[in-house]
Antibody, heavy 120, light 108 residues
Framework: EVQLVESGGGLVHRGGSLRLSCAAS????????MGWVRQAPGKGLEWVSS????????DYADSVKGRFSISRDNSKNILFLQLSSLRADDSAEYFC?????????????WGQGTRVTVSS | SYELTQPPSVSVAPGKTARLTCGGN??????VHWYQRRPGQAPVQVIS???DRPAGIPERFSGSNSGNTATLTITRVEAGDEADYYC???????????FGGGTRLTVL
């Protein structure tokens, strides 16, 4: 069974940093592209970032480019998202997602989410 | 930049058919994926690549995509189908993933 378990969320001051982690199990992690999707309170889903299997390609939403960094450790089956220069509008629930094999940005598995709250 | 348009809300009586639309310029040339988010739960993919139904998703859920509109159809709607539904595409050239604004399905 595919499991994605996020951690690292919490309360942080505006301008601060946070690192989110996603522990993956139940599948061959290194064979799948991965990503992060967020949902702010009362808003819709927003894609944040994606990373290819061997980190050859990373993509970011314009809203986070230059402030967030996605990475992965294939030896430990962990996906990361480093959040920096945080703003109030970064407050959201952040979901770790698995991409379908081949990396077509079709998210077939989702974690339960970790909440980030940026205080001013 | 590419945009997807979904109606904010759709209401349907139990046992009837719900059709949720997702509009985008020439969306028929892209692969569309659909997600369901029930309150308090993580999103779940209900349709991938326009028409594919992931394992565990009831046959009542189906998708289509042509021209400027993709559609998620839910037949014999049940109370448990009440949720927010999101369409999504990938612009492979830019690397960007685009979600629609979501449609809240209310079962009357």
């Amino acid at each position: 069974e595919v499991q994605l378990v996020e951690s690292g969320g919490g309360l942080v001051h505006r301008g601060g940093s946070l690192r989110l982690s996603c522990a993956a199990s139940g599948f061959t992690f290194r064979s799948f592209a991965m990503g992060w999707v967020r949902q702010a309170p009362g808003k819709g889903l927003e894609w944040v970032s994606s990373i290819s299997t061997e980190t050859l390609r990373t993509d970011y939403a314009d809203s986070v480019k230059g402030r967030f960094s996605i990475s992965r450790d294939n030896s430990k089956n962990i996906l990361f998202l480093q959040l920096s220069s945080l703003r109030a509008d970064d407050s959201a629930e952040y979901f770790c997602v698995r991409d379908t094999i081949g990396g077509s940005r079709s998210f077939d598995s989702w974690g339960q989410g970790t909440r980030v709250t940026v205080s001013s | 930049s590419y945009e997807l348009t979904q109606p904010p809300s759709v209401s349907v009586a139990p046992g009837k058919t719900a059709r949720l639309t997702c509009g985008g310029n020439d969306i028929g040339t892209k692969s569309v994926h659909w997600y369901q988010r029930r309150p308090g739960q993580a999103p779940v993919q209900v349709i991938s690549f326009d028409i594919d139904r992931p394992a565990g998703i009831p046959e009542r859920f189906s998708g289509s995509n042509s021209g400027n509109t993709a559609t998620l159809t839910i037949t014999r709607v049940e109370a448990g189908d009440e949720a927010d539904y999101y369409c999504q595409v990938w612009d492979s050239d830019s690397g960007r993933v685009i979600f629609g604004g979501g449609t809240r399905l209310t079962v009357l």
